[in-house]
């Protein structure tokens, strides 16, 4: 009997916490850049990995012979740029399999719930945004509010920094790169085309959110110590081709003009990510030193 209404008890629980979640409403914030909405033509990158994010909010797609992989969904309004950009490429929205972010905050979250829906694909996600990302952005410790900024999304499995993400005959080892929020991180991975092969770095690059002092945030008492060991990490990593979650991040509009031939090469760039990281540690310096 005891355990019967222990049982029903977890079950009544169970239910109204499902509930609330998706009784919720979701409220994403109105005022973002135009870039953000703003369709744009979609892409080969190099090998098997595509662009097909919007005019600023990266997505990639990684093809396999068992399925693909989509990083990053943009905003809500993103599914049907993403969609549309999937099928023009010829390939089709319901052969992904695998879906991951490269960080918890509306802009790349914002329609993974609708598309997870869709695809039945398994959400891979590192474990340190796991709990945000199924609230929807509300516990997050810059932006958190009273409401979701994004459909919650349930993670399939749960990523520590290394662990390797298998598909068909590829292979992405996601790098921890904390700081942004409390599970950014990065990948990377090889791709060949008939000439070359190369080690591609889809970063998360550790831009400051909060306008807080990094001593006055009590839900992230280690905020500092993981903006510090991220930019120590990602100065030390080599690779071919670099990308992240945005696109003006990586100046992908200096580098590529739309209906351009395919490329890889215009995305080697060492200097620029060295200088763009320089740039983040200046930014990390003065910030804690704020008063
Ligand atoms: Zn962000």
């Known amino acids: ?55 600023d909010l990266a997505c990639y797609l990684i093809t396999t012979d068992k399925g693909n992989i989509l990083i990053n969904t943009g905003l809500a ?90 598909l068909g005959n590829m292979k992405l080892k996601m790098l921890h790169h904390p700081g942004h929020t409390k599970g950014s991180c990065s990948y990377i991975f090889e791709v060949k085309d008939k000439n070359k092969a190369y080690k591609v770095l889809i970063a998360n690059m550790p831009s400051i959110v909060t306008d807080k002092k990094f001593s006055e945030i009590p839900a992230y008492p280690k905020i500092e110590e993981d903006y510090r060991s991220t930019l120590q990490k990602m100065k030390s990593l080599s690779f071919d081709i670099w990308l992240s979650s945005h696109a003006s991040q990586f100046d992908l509009h200096k580098k590529h003009q739309e209906n351009a031939a395919y490329n890889p090469e215009a995305f080697v760039d060492r200097k620029g990510y060295d200088e763009a990281l320089n740039k983040l540690s200046a930014d990390f310096s003065k910030k804690i030193k704020q008063k």
């Open 77 to 166: 309004n993103s599914y049907a740029i993403i969609s549309s950009n999937i099928k023009q490429l010829g390939f089709k929205v319901s052969d992904i399999k695998i879906l991951l972010t490269t960080q918890a905050h509306y802009d790349h979250l914002g329609a993974m719930a609708d598309f997870q829906q869709l695809t039945h694909a398994s959400v891979m996600m590192d474990k340190e945004d796991v709990t945000v990302a199924i609230d929807g952005g509300s516990s997050d410790y810059a932006l958190g509010g009273k409401e979701p900024s994004y459909k919650p999304v349930k993670t399939n499995r749960l990523l520590s920094d290394g662990d390797l993400i298998s």
């Open 1 to 55: 009997m005891r355990n019967i209404q222990k049982t029903a008890l977890i079950l009544i629980g169970l239910s109204l916490f499902n509930f609330q979640l998706f009784a919720q409403k979701v409220i994403e914030p109105k005022d973002t850049p135009a870039e953000w909405s703003k369709p744009y033509k979609p892409f080969r990158i190099a090998g098997n990995l595509y662009y097909v994010g919007t005019y």
